[in-house]
Every structure is written in structure tokens, then in C-alpha cells.
């Protein structure tokens, strides 16, 4: 089924067919990246601007790497000495990225909707690299290629996601895509931060920690987003840690093939025990790993809507 979409704006619109596409082009685009040579020229003489208003080291330099990896140039937008801090809009800004000739934007920013905004702005392909607590799309799409590599088909499979996800757009993300994927999705945390309305979306919602993690194929862990919580969702961090900090008790209840995952970034000794992050079973550094291929599958489908990658002999 051919890639259609000139924008990635969230999973939820995606169909099934859509992210398989997306995994599929990203194993292509793994295979160079193992190779000498890491580069294609499938995006040569185009320009990709990152405009990240909002902190980010894996995204951004992921999207960055993958651009270079296309061949494209990047202008990576530095938001503390650009005009914004003059009270320059995001409408303005984007516009005059449109008017210098850009030929896409990868945009994070810390409010839900804005990457739908720009798209209906623009008449060139947007990204979103992060919406508030709204999506995370390409960190999902790099989930579940990353679930995929060590399970196979996801139909099923036993994932837990574990932590703040009330306001995680990477729960959201991969709330959409494991349930199109059909997996067996249960969310776990403190009432106050999973709260049971996340049902409506077809996952399961548990408090109990040793109940939900028994035999889980897949745990996946979540910060506590401070930056998103206007008040307090809990009485103390050590205390969130007693109750649902993964440690190597927890981890021993989980199917003993289980992989540990996080989007980063990681606070150690909080949501996961510092040995367990750097343990066998973690794939975090994995999952950055193929975030940089799945980035270059969705700038190139989203840049040319191809259906297939139009690779190099190796
Ligand atoms: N996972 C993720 O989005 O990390 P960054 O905020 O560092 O980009």
C-alpha cells in the first residue's frame, strides 16, 4: 500500500498497513547504516529544518543524523538565540522557514496540536517531533520496530507500560500503535497518573504492580513528567519509587525473555534501578539506536510519499 501522507502528525491516524510501511522501510535503511558507506542519496538538494522548541537530545540529533544519512542539508533551529525570545509566533517562524526555502519541518514543541496547526499552514511536509502530552510519533514507530526485532509479530505479546501516563506522549503513541499492532497492552501506575478512562482506547489499566508485570514479554518504563504536572500527583518521588520503581525484584516477575525499554531520558534510581537500565535485558540504548533508521523512513516517505525505498545495490 503506497505511503499517501505528506505529514506525520500522530499515530492515531495511521492505519495498520501505514506502520508496517514505516517498519519495513526502516529495516531497508538499517541495512546501509551497518554498511561502510552510511549514506543514500535519496534526499539530496533538500533541506530539513528541526525546530525544536523544547528540549531534546535523542530526537533531535536522531532526525538530524537521518537527514545527513538521506543526504539532505539541516538547519537545526536553535530556539534560545532565534526571535522567538523577541516574541516572534510560531506562525510567523514557520512561515519564514516556508519562504527561505525549506523543504520540510521536524517540529517539537510544548503544545499538543501544534505540528496539526503547522500542516494546515504549510504547503511543505511537517513532523511532529513531540507535542505536549499529545503524541510522540516516530519515538512509537522506533518502540515498536525495536519490539518487533526481539518478538517477531506483536499480536498477543504481553506489554506493560509503566509510569506517568496521564501525561506521556509516548503512552499515547504507543497506546495507538501496539493496539493497531494488536498487542496485549496494560498500563500500570498510581491511580492519580493512569487513570481508568485509558480503557476507552482498548488497553488495560492496573494498579497492581506484581499482578501486572507477571510475565510481561515487554516493560516498557516512563518518566515523571514534572515539566507537564502543575501540581503534585503523588506525595514524594522516593515514595513513587517504593511503590512502582522497577528493580531487580519487579524485573524477576516479568517473562524471563522480557526486554526493558524507555524513551529516555532515564532518571536512574527513580522509575528504574541504575543496573537494570544497564543490564542484558535493557534495550534502551537499542531503541535510540533505531530511532535514527525509522526517522529516515518517515522523512522519506513523508518527502516523497514512495512506496517503496530506492536503495543502491550494496
Ligand atoms: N525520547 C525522547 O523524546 O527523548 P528526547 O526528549 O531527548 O528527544
Known sequence: ??????????????????????????????????????????????????????????????????????????????????????????????QNIQALKADMIVLRHSAAGSPLYLSRLLNIPVINAGDGA??????????????????????????????????SR??????????????????????????HWFTDLGVKVSHDLKSALADAEVVMLLRIQHERQASSHFPSLGEYTSMFGLNKTRASWLNPKAIIMHPGPINRGVEIDSDLADSDRSVILEQVSNGIAVRMAALYLCAGAHPEPVLPPA
Open 134 to 167: 499529545h503524541e510522540h510519533p516516530t519515538q512509537a514507530l522506533l518502540d515498536t520496530f525495536t519490539m518487533t526485532e526481539h518478538l517477531g509479530s506483536l499480536k498477543g505479546r504481553k506489554v506493560v507500560i509503566l509510569g506517568d501516563i496521564l501525561f
Open 170 to 195: 509516548v503512552a499515547r503513541s504507543n497506546i495507538w500503535a501496539l493496539t493497531k499492532l494488536e498487542a496485549d497492552v496494560t498500563l500500570v501506575g498510581p491511580s492519580t497518573l493512569v487513570p
Open 1 to 94: 500500500m503506497p505511503w499517501n501522507r505528506r505529514n506525520l502528525i500522530a499515530i492515531e491516524e495511521l492505519s495498520r498497513a501505514e506502520i508496517d510501511q514505516v517498519h519495513t522501510t526502516a529495516a531497508a535503511f538499517k541495512k546501509i547504516l551497518q554498511r561502510s558507506v552510511k549514506k543514500v542519496p535519496a534526499l539530496r538538494g533538500k533541506t530539513i529544518v528541526n525546530l525544536f522548541l523544547e528540549p531534546s537530545t535523542r530526537t533531535r540529533m536522531a532526525f538530524e543524523m537521518a537527514a545527513k544519512r538521506l543526504s539532505a542539508d539541516v538547519i537545526s533551529f536553535d530556539s534560545a538565540s532565534s526571535s522567538t525570545t523577541k516574541g516572534e509566533t510560531l506562525r510567523d517562524t514557520a
